[in-house]
């Protein structure tokens, strides 16, 4: 086998923790026109509305949700395919939400994109190594003479035989046609990949191989992945960290043992009491089916208040009148949630009323002053809202650990409560 042609990027260890990729606020609405001559702007679709998070160098951030929550939105306007309403995107320190697509061209070689359908991803008239070849000529990557031999050795890294760079897509499975897709991606070296349901249209028996294709990718050439999907096994088995999307909105997020062990989103919890899990099977014990009722609200007119609510058993007056902010509840983890705990031992009072400056009910109180602000911010800080003592806590446990996340323990908290005064 010949060398590998991608090189591996951000060698330095003490950059491994540094995010390649920081997302603020990130929101992009879809207009909604009424029919006949004059064609007015009638309502907004409201598909992505105010996600933060980071992606760390080489790491991988899992994005899950049922269909039309704006997983592949997200993976859209990041890669520029589609213009952001408002929000901040920081690719590698650089501010690229508002760039024209000439200012982006440049950048174009270092985020890439799977695709999450195989058959229409690539364009049938051409050869594979037309298809391979194309960027490296676009961007100049490589001296024309040479692109054949490139074509071959990035084929061959994807697994996939260099002597087949002269067939034409419909002579592939779907499994070959997704690894064509991959070497395309890797052809202009690039720092993030952002895979889009990349196994979703595959066998099962295909979907393992495609998997551990991507893993060895990561590892050896030490690309960061925004991995979209909507098999929760495969997003715990290829992302170190998740975040759980619904109606546009991220509702919660932190590292996998925490999230799958401890989830505390109502949400979360149905999402993975829907999936079935091999090792509770086989030991006992295996999570009770949550089945939610109703409808999943239209992103055009989004209930007030937490989206979440009307398919809420643990909704209250103040979920209707406040939206729960994304509060950091541990070291590693997220909830946008304002009764957070785990199944069968929820807060009993909501935890965000110092956060959003209210009472119980969600009125404002008087002199209160709201902290929302800083909740926007992409990334986990050294403090966190306990959800036993509803105060500030904070520890000095190194965050490379992100595993043992354990709430408030060994945890010092402050004398300030959650109840606002």
């Known amino acids: 086998m010949t060398n590998p042609v991608v090189t591996p990027a951000g060698t330095e260890q003490s950059g491994a923790d540094t995010p390649i990729l920081e997302v603020t606020n990130l929101r992009k609405y879809f207009p909604v026109r009424s029919s006949g001559l004059v064609r007015r702007t009638i309502g907004q679709v409201q598909a992505v509305d105010g996600v933060s998070f980071q992606v760390r160098r080489g790491s991988a951030l899992g994005l899950v949700g049922e269909s039309g929550c704006g997983k592949s939105t997200t993976g859209r306007l990041i890669t520029r395919l589609y213009d952001p309403t408002s929000g901040s995107m920081k690719f590698d320190g650089r501010e690229i939400g508002n760039l024209s697509n000439k200012q982006m061209l440049p950048l174009r070689s270092e985020i890439q994109m799977i695709f999450q359908d195989p058959y229409s991803s690539l364009n049938p008239r051409h050869t594979v190594g037309t298809i391979v070849g194309t960027p490296l000529r676009v961007h100049k990557m490589v001296p024309e003479k040479k692109v054949l031999a490139r074509v071959q050795e990035l084929l061959e890294v994807v697994g996939l035989n260099p002597e087949h760079y002269n067939r034409y897509p419909n002579e592939f499975s779907g499994g070959q046609r997704q690894r064509i897709g991959i070497a395309r991606a890797l052809a202009l070296q690039p720092k993030l990949l952002v895979a889009d349901e990349p196994v979703s249209a595959l066998d099962v028996s295909i979907q393992a191989q495609v998997v551990n294709l991507l893993q060895d990718v990561q590892k050896e050439f030490q ?5 979209i999907a909507h098999d929760l096994a495969i997003v715990r088995h290829f992302c170190p960290e998740i975040a759980v999307m619904y109606l546009g909105k991220i509702v919660e997020i932190a590292d996998r043992d925490t999230l799958y062990n401890r989830p ?8 993975l009491s829907a999936a079935p899990d091999v090792k509770q099977a086989a030991i006992g014990g295996r999570r009770e089916r949550i089945r939610l009722e109703g409808d999943v609200p239209s992103p055009i007119n989004p209930p007030s208040g937490c989206r979440f609510r009307t398919r809420c058993w643990r909704a209250e007056e103040i979920c209707a009148r406040q939206e729960p902010p994304l509060l950091q509840i541990g070291r590693t983890h997220k909830v946008a ?6 199944l069968g031992q929820e807060s009993s009072t909501p935890i965000t009323l110092s956060a959003l400056g209210v009472d119980r009910e969600g009125t404002p109180v008087a002199g209160a002053t709201p902290s929302t602000e800083d909740l926007d911010k992409a990334g986990f800080s050294d403090s966190w809202t306990d959800l036993t003592t509803h105060a ?3 520890d000095e446990i190194n965050r490379e ?3 043992e996340d354990t709430g408030s323990t060994g945890a010092t908290s402050t004398s300030v409560t959650d109840q606002p005064s």
């Open 337 to 342: 949630c304002h009764f957070a705990g785990e």
């Open 392 to 394: 500030v806590a904070s």
């Open 401 to 403: 650990h992100p595993a």
């Open 264 to 271: 505390h989103h109502p949400y979360t919890q149905a999402l």
């Open 223 to 227: 690309i960061a992945f925004l991995f």
